[in-house]
């Protein structure tokens, strides 16, 4: 008799485990500890778990909301005449302050245009 109250509650205690699901936006830690009461009691009834297969069990239902990455373009109306594309589209940002002789020379690049002019590659 002891086996078949077990067993049903067993059969419970799986369902209810199966019918846990993550919500989104919800606390996933509490998400967690819901399920391993689950597994608690069902090593309490002599259904024993390995750890790492209850982990895997608990990890595979948490679900992670993610936004989808949107990289459209606004569509507008032509106009007869073409606009200038938007400076964000394209190019690079430098800083006049960070730019030196020194950081040139460190590219192995002439300082300016009178050096450039002097150097040997230059009369090829």
Same mark, same amino acid.
Not at 43 to 51: K, Q
Not at 75 to 101: A, L, M
């Given at each position: 008799?002891?086996?078949?109250? *077990?067993?049903?509650?067993?059969?419970?205690?799986?369902?209810?485990?199966?019918?846990?699901?993550?919500?989104?936006?919800?606390?996933?830690? *509490?998400?967690?500890?819901?399920?391993?009461?689950?597994?608690?009691?069902?090593?309490?009834?002599?259904?024993?778990?390995?750890?790492?297969?209850?982990?895997?069990?608990?990890?595979?239902?948490?679900?992670?909301?993610?936004?989808?990455?949107?990289?459209?373009?606004?569509?507008?109306?032509?106009?007869?005449?073409?606009?200038?594309?938007?400076?964000?589209?394209?190019?690079?940002?430098?800083?006049?302050?960070?730019?030196?002789?020194?950081?040139?020379?460190?590219?192995?690049?002439?300082?300016?245009?009178?050096?450039?002019?002097?150097?040997?590659?230059?009369?090829?």
């Amino acid at each position: 008799m002891f086996q078949a109250k *077990a067993s049903n509650e067993r059969f419970d205690v799986v369902k209810s485990l199966k019918a846990c699901k993550s919500k989104p936006r919800a606390s996933i830690y *509490a998400f967690v500890l819901e399920r391993k009461r689950y597994f608690d009691r069902l090593e309490s009834l002599n259904m024993v778990f390995d750890a790492e297969l209850s982990i895997n069990i608990n990890l595979s239902e948490v679900v992670t909301p993610v936004k989808p990455y949107d990289i459209s373009l606004p569509i507008h109306k032509t106009s007869g005449r073409v606009n200038k594309p938007p400076r964000f589209y394209y190019g690079f940002h430098i800083e006049v302050e960070n730019i030196s002789d020194s950081t040139l020379s460190e590219l192995d690049e002439p300082a300016n245009y009178k050096e450039a002019m002097a150097s040997p590659e230059a009369a090829k």
